[in-house]
């Protein structure tokens, strides 16, 4: 039986039917004329020995068998057929059925888990038996099935070490990937992208198109990337053609639809009303009924379609692909639109010397503008008695502190944002003898977009605040350069085995943008469409700025790997970098890296140890580096945005916006990693256990300076420091394998403890031992978390509240003790209230497949961390003047309600501990028989974040990473776009 579990696209129901249904009656009434005869034959193992349990499968049917205790079988087959004959641990087999064929007797290759296939690396390739660092690689038939945003949601629970969160259900948002925590202070934790050897994005390339996916997770994996590879390193492997391959075509369709998750438990207009009746405060009821979030959400239909052509002759592999995705969101005027094309094609110029590969990705995208998530809020806090529009049909508005129509939010602004990027790439290859291959590569990436809105005069912006209608639009541009020269020497002699891989690396990056506002307009028939008709200008309220940058990367970089009787592994790499964004004093860095395996279940004294099928022991030791994310920031930079009125008119003023540092670099992180890998009892049982520890050192932060000597008040400097360890683990199971019934189990774990070790260094300091990060908004206006040295990131910093009094007022605990009001506490009062980062994350996937049906269940959780509740927090009080929880009325702490204005107390800190069925797939797939065009047809159901298991109050305890810092995790948003469960309707057809 073959499965074929590959990205599928969706199409109307009733044509999923109607196809469905003319291909099983084709189906039937092609079989029922042919006539069969009985095949006979045994089946055993490397040594001769008969294999029970083989299963035999005529391909695309359910007809088959196991061979019994003496690997003997009998099956019904006819000429032309093709038998699979497959069994853990051994190589599967094909083999056609030819008239007169009654006997068929096969010896089976063992397959050792796999270890001859090949891993993706960086700048090559390297044999899974080989492998000497921390490498998780994903195939396609692994990842996440159903309406996906990019290639990072694909790997959701897959692996050890990787938290991939999907904390919103804007289809505007991609994922957050975090690889083995945090390790700076303000460069970002996102892993390196590379797409067929080119840096690029998660969604650069449409999902249908991509075959691996392989994750370098350790410092020596990573060191050979140099300044980029701190957070890891993802390499995308997108499908390709092959020489001598028949051409094939395959079309993937979806439609899918979304529901919130969760909805927020706001008062509707019957309680409303009842307390309004009943003399609350705050509460009046105005005569309607209106749903506001009914009012601004609609039920979302999103489709994808992609269809691709791959194939090959004797000198030419080609692949060529389109895919249009339409990713509807769940609030009105909330869409992404994509388009992607891609090229590939390898010509063969002179045979087994010198050939050419050239190839193209284009991806365009539309997207409207809207304040979405300050709508929601709107929506939320709203009186469900007002109406929507007054008598005159103008819409209804209340005079009061940050409340205003969500309807007429999004009906009365206008606006989108239009991208392409694009890609142009080329690889010539030379091997001028079998063991050496030179690779030159050129590619040129472009991205332009233009984002523009515009508030019409209906808007509240001009009826309430007479701005006259205002307009904004701007376009960025930016273009990367690169060129590769790489060769790879490979040579076996005895025993020996060795690779060397040297090359250099030139990338060249640009990115201008400009930006123009203005306010007062004759009309808002222009939109943004004539931003000069505005008036703002000589007021000084008008807005243009521009700009542009460039920087400079180069490296040299080297590696070699050996290898001893396939027994004893070494590998060592080299990659010195420099790059413009450097100060003149550190314009070059050096980036090593040493690995060493053994394999342990290749010695002798492993020969009667049946049941263990590959043993390794590894261990490995890298540098890697964080690149300052902006440049220039080494230099003097002088600010000419800054006006003063003088004399009647607006001028422009000059002062200094940073301090020169000569001695600024990169970020590096020192990281050990020791790892086992097994397989049991013919890979039934396999998997992997690595021990980490990180040292970030050298970390980029603002430090105050005297001025003078110092021209600006801040320095970015290179001078803290924080340390990572964690162990991560993965067992792959094999509990069922029948004849009809296949059961794959994989469970991964993964525990991480950060610590921040130091501020200072290099004569930069703060005048005290941490760091605030966080912001709670209005009107609370505190801050959320702070990291003290020798502490790990992530802390919630604020009044522990332990009780209220008898007037309902917050009562918090001081550090020495005592009890106090929480109006009167003092700053020195606070401590930690918890962590807003998981101890512990973990993934259980499986995998059934019965005959012609599979079924793939996808399971995670985070465990060991707390997330602050701000709709708690801010709607959870009686006290407020606008639409509230539900449970704002209920006994706090079992006394009385509460009376305290909006504060931050722990009392809205909850445990954030979740286990999700994240993911849960049923497909079918059927061949038709003797059908020249269509091979096989594919039809599945898909829901994602199904359930949640969680004690968190909130909508959903996943929830971003950051919120506008990577040192603020836990902080669930009042107004965040709402997560979403998906479902979906899928078929994937082969020809």
Same mark, same amino acid.
């Given at each position: 039986m073959e499965s074929i579990i590959k990205k599928c696209s969706y199409y109307e129901r009733k044509v999923i039917r109607k196809i469905v249904a003319v291909l099983i009656f084709s189906l039937a009434l092609s079989q029922a004329g042919f006539s069969q005869s009985e095949i006979r034959g045994t089946v055993t193992d490397e040594n001769g020995d008969a294999m029970a349990g083989v299963t035999i499968f005529v391909k695309g049917t359910s007809n088959g068998t196991i061979t019994d205790s003496e690997g003997i079988f009998a099956l019904q087959a006819e000429a032309g057929d093709i038998l699979q004959i497959s069994f853990i641990g051994y190589l599967s087999e094909e083999v056609e059925v030819t008239a007169g064929m009654s006997v068929l007797d096969l010896a089976m290759a063992p397959d050792l888990v796999g270890l001859d296939e090949v891993v993706v690396i960086g700048y090559g390739t390297q044999r899974k038996s080989d492998v000497t660092s921390a490498i998780t690689s994903v195939s396609s038939d692994e990842f996440v099935t159903g309406q996906v945003?990019?290639?990072?949601?694909?790997?959701?629970?897959?692996?050890?070490?990787?938290?991939?969160?999907? $904390?919103?259900?804007?289809?505007?948002?991609?994922?957050?990937?975090?690889?083995?925590?945090?390790?700076?202070?303000?460069?970002? #934790?996102?892993?390196?992208?590379?797409?067929?050897?080119?840096?690029?994005?998660?969604?650069?390339?449409?999902?249908?198109?991509?075959?691996?996916?392989?994750?370098?997770?350790?410092?020596?994996?990573?060191?050979?990337?140099?300044?980029?590879?701190?957070?890891?390193?993802?390499?995308?492997?997108?499908?390709?053609?092959? %020489? =001598?391959?028949?051409?094939?075509?395959?079309?993937?369709? #979806?439609?899918?639809?979304?529901?919130?998750?969760?909805?927020?438990?706001? #008062?509707?207009?019957?309680?409303?009303?009842?307390?309004?009746?009943?003399?609350?405060?705050?509460?009046?009821?105005?005569?309607?009924?209106t749903d506001w979030l009914d009012a601004i959400t609609h039920n979302p239909f999103s489709q994808m379609h992609s269809l691709s052509i791959q194939g090959g002759s004797k000198k030419t592999a080609y692949v060529a692909s389109v895919?249009?995705?339409?990713?509807?969101?769940?609030? =009105?005027?909330?869409?992404?639109?994509?388009? %992607?094309?891609?090229?590939d094609v390898t010509q063969e110029i002179w045979k087994d010397i010198l050939s050419v590969n050239i190839g193209t990705y284009t991806s365009r995208n539309t997207s409207p503008v809207a304040d979405i998530n300050?709508?929601?809020?709107?929506?939320?806090? @709203?009186?469900?008695?007002?109406?929507?529009?007054?008598?005159?049909?103008?819409?209804?508005?209340?005079?009061?502190?940050?409340?205003?129509?969500?309807?007429?939010?999004?009906?009365?602004?206008?606006?989108?944002?239009?991208?392409? @990027?694009?890609?142009?790439?080329?690889?010539?290859?030379?091997?001028?003898?079998?063991?050496?291959?030179? =690779?030159?590569?050129?590619?040129?990436?472009?991205?332009?977009?233009?984002?523009?809105?515009?508030?019409?005069?209906? @808007?509240?912006?001009?009826?309430?605040?007479?701005?006259?209608?205002?307009?904004?639009?701007?376009?960025?541009?930016?273009?990367?350069?690169?060129?590769?020269?790489t060769g790879d020497y490979s040579k076996s002699f005895g025993a020996h085995r060795i690779s060397i891989v040297g090359g250099y690396s030139y990338e060249y990056n640009t990115w201008e943008t400009f930006w123009a506002y203005n306010k007062y307009f004759p009309t808002d028939a222009y939109l943004y469409n004539n931003l000069g008709s505005g008036t703002a200008l000589p007021d000084g309220a008008a807005d243009m700025s521009s700009n542009k940058n460039m920087s400079l990367l180069i490296g040299f970089f080297g590696r070699i790997n050996y290898s001893y009787d396939g027994k004893y592994l070494l590998t060592a790499s080299m990659r010195r970098e420099g790059s413009s964004k450097f100060g003149e004093?550190?314009?070059?860095?050096?980036?090593?890296?040493?690995?060493?395996?053994?394999?342990?279940?290749?010695?002798?004294?492993?020969?009667?140890?049946?049941?263990?099928?590959?043993?390794?022991?590894?261990?490995?030791?890298?540098?890697?580096?964080?690149?300052?994310?902006? $440049?220039?920031?080494?230099?003097?930079?002088?600010?000419?945005?800054?006006?003063?009125?003088?004399?009647?008119?607006?001028?422009?003023?000059?002062?200094?916006?940073? =301090?020169?540092? $000569?001695?600024?670099?990169?970020?590096?992180? %020192?990281?050990?990693?020791?790892?086992?890998?097994? +397989?049991?009892?013919?890979?039934?049982?396999?998997?992997?256990?690595?021990?980490?520890?990180?040292?970030?050192?050298?970390?980029?932060?603002?430090?105050?300076?005297?001025?003078?000597?110092?021209?600006?008040?801040?320095?970015?400097?290179?001078?803290?420091?924080?340390?990572?360890?964690?162990?991560?683990?993965?067992?792959?199971?094999?509990?069922?394998?029948?004849?009809?019934?296949?059961?794959?189990? +994989?469970?991964?774990?993964?525990?991480?403890?950060?610590?921040?070790?130091?501020?200072?260094? #290099?004569?930069?300091?703060?005048?005290?031992?941490?760091?605030?990060a966080g912001y709670t908004g209005d009107p609370i206006q505190q801050g959320t978390h702070r990291v003290y040295v020798g502490e790990q990131i992530g802390n919630f910093w604020g009044y522990q509240s332990v009780d209220i009094d008898d007037r309902g007022r917050f009562l918090v605990l001081t550090p020495e003790g005592d009890t106090v009001r929480y109006t009167s506490a003092a700053p020195e009062d606070k401590m930690v209230l918890g962590n807003g980062i998981p101890k512990f994350y973990a993934g259980w996937n499986n995998t059934v497949r019965f005959m012609d049906f599979d079924l793939s269940v996808g399971i995670r959780g985070a465990f060991g961390f707390q997330i602050l509740n701000f709709q708690r927090m801010f709607y959870e009080n009686p006290t407020i003047s606008y639409n509230m929880l539900e449970t704002a009325h209920h006994l706090v702490y079992g006394k009385d309600t509460l009376s305290s204005p909006q504060s931050y107390v722990s009392y809205y800190i909850e445990d954030g501990d979740y286990v999700k069925i994240d993911n849960v797939t049923l497909g079918y797939t059927f061949t038709p028989k003797n059908t020249e065009n269509m091979k096989s047809l594919r039809v599945y159901v898909s829901t994602q974040n199904l359930y949640t298991f969680t004690n968190y109050t909130g909508m959903d305890p996943e929830v971003s990473l950051e919120d506008g810092s990577i040192l603020a995790p836990g902080n669930d948003n009042r107004d965040k776009y709402p997560t979403t469960r998906t479902f979906t309707v899928g078929l994937n057809v082969k020809f």
């Amino acid at each position: 039986m073959e499965s074929i579990i590959k990205k599928c696209s969706y199409y109307e129901r009733k044509v999923i039917r109607k196809i469905v249904a003319v291909l099983i009656f084709s189906l039937a009434l092609s079989q029922a004329g042919f006539s069969q005869s009985e095949i006979r034959g045994t089946v055993t193992d490397e040594n001769g020995d008969a294999m029970a349990g083989v299963t035999i499968f005529v391909k695309g049917t359910s007809n088959g068998t196991i061979t019994d205790s003496e690997g003997i079988f009998a099956l019904q087959a006819e000429a032309g057929d093709i038998l699979q004959i497959s069994f853990i641990g051994y190589l599967s087999e094909e083999v056609e059925v030819t008239a007169g064929m009654s006997v068929l007797d096969l010896a089976m290759a063992p397959d050792l888990v796999g270890l001859d296939e090949v891993v993706v690396i960086g700048y090559g390739t390297q044999r899974k038996s080989d492998v000497t660092s921390a490498i998780t690689s994903v195939s396609s038939d692994e990842f996440v099935t159903g309406q996906v945003k990019d290639a990072g949601q694909l790997l959701q629970g897959k692996v050890a070490g990787l938290a991939v969160h999907n $904390p919103s259900g804007n289809p505007l948002d991609g994922v957050q990937i975090m690889l083995r925590g945090i390790s700076s202070l303000q460069s970002g #934790y996102s892993p390196m992208v590379i797409v067929d050897g080119i840096p690029g994005s998660l969604d650069m390339v449409a999902v249908e198109d991509i075959e691996t996916i392989d994750i370098l997770k350790d410092g020596s994996a990573a060191a050979i990337y140099g300044t980029r590879g701190t957070n890891g390193v993802i390499i995308i492997t997108t499908k390709k053609g092959t %020489k =001598n391959m028949e051409m094939s075509a395959e079309y993937n369709a #979806y439609v899918s639809t979304q529901r919130m998750y969760e909805t927020a438990p706001f #008062y509707g207009v019957e309680d409303y009303r009842r307390l309004a009746a009943a003399g609350v405060d705050n509460f009046s009821d105005l005569g309607y009924a209106t749903d506001w979030l009914d009012a601004i959400t609609h039920n979302p239909f999103s489709q994808m379609h992609s269809l691709s052509i791959q194939g090959g002759s004797k000198k030419t592999a080609y692949v060529a692909s389109v895919n249009y995705t339409k990713a509807d969101g769940i609030f =009105n005027n909330s869409y992404l639109e994509t388009f %992607k094309t891609r090229v590939d094609v390898t010509q063969e110029i002179w045979k087994d010397i010198l050939s050419v590969n050239i190839g193209t990705y284009t991806s365009r995208n539309t997207s409207p503008v809207a304040d979405i998530n300050w709508a929601y809020r709107q929506a939320m806090i @709203h009186n469900p008695t007002e109406p929507l529009t007054n008598e005159d049909g103008s819409w209804y508005e209340v005079d009061k502190f940050q409340y205003e129509n969500p309807v007429a939010l999004l009906e009365e602004t206008f606006g989108g944002t239009k991208g392409l @990027h694009s890609r142009v790439y080329g690889n010539v290859t030379l091997t001028p003898i079998r063991e050496l291959k030179i =690779n030159l590569l050129l590619s040129r990436q472009i991205y332009n977009q233009v984002w523009a809105r515009a508030e019409t005069f209906n @808007h509240i912006s001009n009826t309430r605040d007479g701005q006259g209608g205002q307009a904004q639009k701007s376009a960025d541009a930016s273009e990367n350069k690169l060129l590769e020269l790489t060769g790879d020497y490979s040579k076996s002699f005895g025993a020996h085995r060795i690779s060397i891989v040297g090359g250099y690396s030139y990338e060249y990056n640009t990115w201008e943008t400009f930006w123009a506002y203005n306010k007062y307009f004759p009309t808002d028939a222009y939109l943004y469409n004539n931003l000069g008709s505005g008036t703002a200008l000589p007021d000084g309220a008008a807005d243009m700025s521009s700009n542009k940058n460039m920087s400079l990367l180069i490296g040299f970089f080297g590696r070699i790997n050996y290898s001893y009787d396939g027994k004893y592994l070494l590998t060592a790499s080299m990659r010195r970098e420099g790059s413009s964004k450097f100060g003149e004093n550190y314009q070059w860095g050096n980036f090593p890296s040493i690995q060493a395996g053994w394999r342990i279940s290749q010695e002798s004294f492993m020969e009667n140890i049946d049941f263990v099928t590959d043993l390794k022991l590894r261990a490995g030791y890298g540098v890697t580096g964080i690149i300052p994310s902006n $440049p220039y920031q080494s230099l003097t930079l002088l600010n000419y945005s800054s006006y003063i009125y003088y004399n009647g008119e607006w001028v422009p003023t000059i002062v200094p916006g940073s =301090n020169p540092n $000569p001695d600024l670099r990169w970020e590096k992180k %020192k990281e050990t990693n020791i790892g086992l890998d097994f +397989a049991f009892l013919r890979g039934r049982v396999s998997g992997t256990v690595d021990y980490y520890i990180r040292r970030s050192e050298d970390l980029l932060y603002n430090y105050p300076v005297s001025v003078p000597p110092y021209l600006y008040s801040s320095i970015l400097a290179n001078a803290a420091s924080m340390e990572n360890k964690g162990i991560e683990a993965l067992l792959t199971l094999v509990p069922v394998q029948t004849k009809n019934l296949t059961w794959t189990s +994989a469970i991964n774990f993964s525990s991480n403890k950060n610590k921040l070790v130091a501020l200072q260094g #290099y004569g930069f300091e703060l005048d005290y031992d941490y760091l605030d990060a966080g912001y709670t908004g209005d009107p609370i206006q505190q801050g959320t978390h702070r990291v003290y040295v020798g502490e790990q990131i992530g802390n919630f910093w604020g009044y522990q509240s332990v009780d209220i009094d008898d007037r309902g007022r917050f009562l918090v605990l001081t550090p020495e003790g005592d009890t106090v009001r929480y109006t009167s506490a003092a700053p020195e009062d606070k401590m930690v209230l918890g962590n807003g980062i998981p101890k512990f994350y973990a993934g259980w996937n499986n995998t059934v497949r019965f005959m012609d049906f599979d079924l793939s269940v996808g399971i995670r959780g985070a465990f060991g961390f707390q997330i602050l509740n701000f709709q708690r927090m801010f709607y959870e009080n009686p006290t407020i003047s606008y639409n509230m929880l539900e449970t704002a009325h209920h006994l706090v702490y079992g006394k009385d309600t509460l009376s305290s204005p909006q504060s931050y107390v722990s009392y809205y800190i909850e445990d954030g501990d979740y286990v999700k069925i994240d993911n849960v797939t049923l497909g079918y797939t059927f061949t038709p028989k003797n059908t020249e065009n269509m091979k096989s047809l594919r039809v599945y159901v898909s829901t994602q974040n199904l359930y949640t298991f969680t004690n968190y109050t909130g909508m959903d305890p996943e929830v971003s990473l950051e919120d506008g810092s990577i040192l603020a995790p836990g902080n669930d948003n009042r107004d965040k776009y709402p997560t979403t469960r998906t479902f979906t309707v899928g078929l994937n057809v082969k020809f």
